[in-house]
Each structure stands twice: as structure tokens, then as C-alpha cells.
Nanobody, 123 residues
Framework: QVQLVESGGGLVQAGGSLRLSCAAS???????MGWFRQAPGKEREFVAA????????YYADSVKGRFFISRDNAKNTVYLQMNSLKPEDTAVYYC?????????????????WGQGTQVTVSS
């Protein structure tokens, strides 16, 4: 079992920044961590992912160059630094863990999920 707890969401003006955190506990030998988001009335979509070993990252085109994912292996924590935020970034952001294999972008490729944290970007 893996428990994931997100934090850092909130309300920010367009152009601002937020940093989300995802702390993992329980089984900590997973392969990769991902961030997803879900806006009202839309499907959950991939945002970014990172491998625990080596730190390889992958981003959705919509956030490339604005969002940055990182990890602290000692703290079992993954971060999502979000810069130049836009109103269309408004969503509930979820972190998820993939127990084995390389980075994937599908929601069914991840094994455990956090409860989500709300990010609202005002125009």
C-alpha cells in the first residue's frame, strides 16, 4: 500500500506561481510519480511525471516550459513547481504513483492516487 498526500494548492492570479507537494508513505519502492489534473466537466489528464531513479522527467505539451517536476528521494516527496499560471490551469491536481516500469501518461498506468488539491487561477 502507498499513501499519497498532496498539499500546496490555492488561489492565485494569472501569471503567478504555486508549488505543489506530494508526500508518499507506506511502500516506497515505486518506479515513478506523476501529476494529473481534472477540471470541472473534463477528463483527468496527465501533467508531468518523474522517475525516482535518475530523475527522468516528462511533461504534457500544455505545461512544458512553465511547470517543473522534481523529487526528494530522502523525503519521499515529489514537487510540482507551476509558473506563469493561466486560468485554464484551474483544476484539482492529483499525484499518483506507478509501482514499476517507465514513465507513462495514462491514468490506468498508475497504481495509487492522492486525494487531490485544488488550484484556482483567476484572470
Amino acid at each position: 500500500q502507498v499513501q499519497l498526500v498532496e498539499s500546496g494548492g490555492g488561489l492565485v492570479q494569472a501569471g503567478g506561481s504555486l508549488r505543489l507537494s506530494c508526500a508518499a508513505s507506506g511502500r516506497t519502492d515505486s518506479s515513478a510519480m506523476g501529476w494529473f489534473r481534472q477540471a470541472p466537466g473534463k477528463e483527468r489528464e496527465f501533467v508531468a511525471a518523474i522517475k525516482w531513479s535518475g530523475g527522468v522527467t516528462y511533461y504534457a505539451d500544455s505545461v512544458k516550459g512553465r511547470f517543473f517536476i522534481s523529487r526528494d528521494n530522502a523525503k519521499n516527496t515529489v514537487y510540482l513547481q507551476m509558473n506563469s499560471l493561466k486560468p485554464e490551469d484551474t483544476a484539482v491536481y492529483y499525484c499518483a504513483t506507478r509501482l514499476s516500469g517507465n514513465i507513462r501518461t495514462g491514468i490506468y498506468d498508475y497504481d495509487y492516487w492522492g486525494q487531490g488539491t485544488q488550484v484556482t487561477v483567476s484572470s
